[in-house]
């Protein structure tokens, strides 16, 4: 007790007159720590903060040198409710399914209600814009609809012919959009979609495991949305008697930027 | 008939707001160009460790001139969604909060509510990053999560200049060829949360892909303080 009780006293000397340089070796390490007795002791690296015992120090000279004019931190404020603003799954689906009247309150939505507000909304978006280009090609837009894409294949067995016995209509392909999340797979390699050798058969067809830096999801948007059963429908090729067929089922570009296969894997800003 | 003019004035109008409004990467008018704007999110296998999975989420970009990138915004909570059981709704969240020059990671953990309300999960930390500058400061925690928040470049590529035309009914020609196509994303910048996690951290899934292969569904929200 007399013990402590000098030490004590010490210690508050220290404080007192600012004499906290105290060494490692001295006398001073045989005090237990406390980190609330207002002293720098023990490994503190400022006054009842830091060193291995103690909450981390705020910059108070910033240094960190055990002059003690460092301070406790103050743990981060996070309270509070947080509300939605913004909101994304797959790529590209407000981009070419949504349109200006909804792409707000489609931000505020969540997945298990999307499909219900708006697969309407998708379907009669992707039906519009096949419209647009019969109107271009001059052609009537009842004729000019969308078509079973090549996932009907994919999904069904490649004996199966997408345009007839697996159909994957507008509305199914909205319904599945309009889900709209991204699936990731644990356990596999990721591949957003690989269509795999192509028309008929799509052999080796792969893919809905998740999205990597490189994978073109625009190409990939776009051949499910016009390219119809054989994945080319819209391909730029002159149709005989019709003429020269927009091109709508890529967009051309590959990637520019730089990302790497090391974390964490995007480029440097430029 | 009727329908298809109407349809067809909707692609027409459309290319007059189009450049606000046409994408993910730069979406609607209430988040354009603003702090909580979501411009691309990832998911995929770790290339150097096939037990781990990456999630990668970019927040603004400088795409267009008049659109900042950057800084982080301390009352903007990001929140990766993890839907294990196919609900379509979040079982799981990790979270990430910047305060100061400090990224904060959270979970991940089941959410004290699902759908539009968060908050923070201050119970369930996962560890922090020094909020990078140029060079990228990344850390590795105990439990094997890497994790990075920082400016990076917009790895999205897309002709989106020639979109805006497809979509508003004035290219007859759709997109262009290779070689003439112009990717807008071409040296635009965005601020980026990196996040490599075991999969034994994320846990198991029952949810199933088209294909009927085990995945974790996924989405990414931003949420203000209110």
Known sequence: MKIHTLKYMFLSLCAATMFVACDDDDALEMVETTCTDGIMNGTETGVDCGGTSCQPCEDGGGDAD????????????????????????????NTVLSIDDFKDPYNQAVPSTIAEFYQKDFENRLEGLHDVYA??????????????????DILNGPDKDGFTDNPVSAELLTTILANDVLEVAPDLPTTYFNPGTGAPDYEGAIGLTGRTLQDDVIDV???????GGDGARFNGQEVEGVGTFPRLVSDGVAITANPTDTFPYLGAPE | MKKTKL?????????VGAVLVAADHIDAPGTTGNTADIADFYGFESPSNPANTVFIVDLQTDVLPDLAY??????VLTEINIDTNDDLIEDLVIQAIPRKDTMYFFGPVVPAETGKMSEV?????????????????TTTTEDGISLFAGPRQDAFFFDFGQFNKVIGGTAPEGFLPEGEAVDTFDGANT??????????????????NALGLTVYKTWVTTNRKQ
């Open chain 1, 66 to 93: 055990g002059d003690g004019d460092d301070m406790m931190v103050t743990p981060p404020d996070f309270s509070g409710t947080y509300a939605q603003v913004d909101f994304m799954g797959r790529p590209g689906i």
């Open chain 1, 135 to 152: 109107e271009l090609l001059g052609l009537d837009p009842d004729d000019v609809n969308y078509q079973p894409n090549i996932l009907g």
């Open chain 1, 221 to 227: 948007s776009l051949i499910l949305l016009f390219g």
């Open chain 2, 7 to 15: 349809l067809f004035g909707i692609g027409i109008l459309a290319v």
């Open chain 2, 70 to 75: 950057g800084p982080f915004d301390e009352d």
């Open chain 2, 121 to 137: 999960m201050v119970g369930s930390p996962l560890g922090q990053v020094a909020i990078s500058g140029e060079s990228a400061l």
């Open chain 2, 191 to 208: 601020m980026a949360l990196v996040i490599e996690i075991p999969n034994s951290i994320l846990g198991e899934t029952t949810a199933k």
